[in-house]
């Protein structure tokens, strides 16, 4: 047997009347809500309030008390003063003067005149003279000069010297070194003259080629003329 089911007892049915009402009722609570009517609060008189009203209460005066600065008594007075009598005598002293009278004779110690003895200053090698000795036709600065003397040298035993002579004294082949040994003094004079060769005659042949060399401006050392050693050594070719 199937059971029937009454239509109206479908709620179903009634869903869209219910939702209408529901919304009816919440628009007649908001309409009740706004159209109620509110009233500002009164408050009681408070009487007027000024900011300015003057102050009668005046300020009290302070006044400063400074400390008291406690007072130190004197000194005690003595009981007695006594007055003691000086008995020492004092030995005065006699302060002799130094001037002189004329009519006295003054002795005057003898001063000794010593005679500056003149610094000396041995001959100084040309490789640490301060102002070498000038080379006729040489010119410029120290190193300038320097340069110029050595190469005027060489020129000068170059020109001088006998090319033939080595190859005459029965010499070995090859290089042979001669060296020469002069100063030039004071007054720009060539003397001590020495030379080392393989061969007499090439030492006689030295010492007369720097014979030949020309007077020169000395050298000087502290400002003053000194005499300067000078070393000059040249090779040889012997065939």
Do not use: W
């Not at 809500?33 to 009487?47: C, M, N, P, S, V």
């Not at 302060?95 to 041995?122: K, S």
């Amino acid at each position: 047997m199937k059971i029937k089911k009454n239509p109206k007892a479908n709620l179903e049915n009634y869903s869209k009347l219910f939702m209408q009402l529901g919304l009816v009722l919440a628009l007649f609570i908001t309409y009740v809500a706004i159209e109620k009517k509110t009233f500002d609060r009164q408050f009681g008189d408070l009487g007027d309030v000024s900011m300015f009203d003057e102050m009668d209460e005046e300020p009290p005066i302070t006044e400063r008390i400074e400390p008291e600065i406690p007072k130190t008594p004197p000194p005690p007075t003595p009981e007695k003063i006594e007055v003691v009598e000086d008995e020492e005598e004092v030995e005065e002293t006699i302060i002799e003067t130094t001037e002189t009278d004329e009519t006295e004779a003054v002795e005057v110690e003898e001063i000794e005149e010593v005679e500056e003895v003149e610094e000396v200053i041995e001959d100084v090698p040309f490789t640490i003279i301060e102002d070498v000795p000038v080379f006729p036709g040489c010119t410029g600065n120290k190193k300038e000069l320097k340069a110029c003397f050595n190469k005027k040298m060489q020129k000068h035993f170059q020109k001088k010297f006998d090319s033939d002579l080595p190859n005459d004294l029965g010499l070995t082949p090859g290089k042979k070194r001669i060296i020469m040994l002069f100063k030039i003094d004071k007054l720009g004079d060539i003397v001590g003259i020495r030379a080392k060769a393989p061969h007499p005659r090439l030492q006689k042949e030295a010492i007369r080629i720097i014979k030949l060399l020309p007077k020169m401006k000395p050298g000087r050392q502290r400002g003053k003329p000194v005499g300067v050693k000078y070393t000059l050594p040249m090779r040889i070719d012997v065939e």
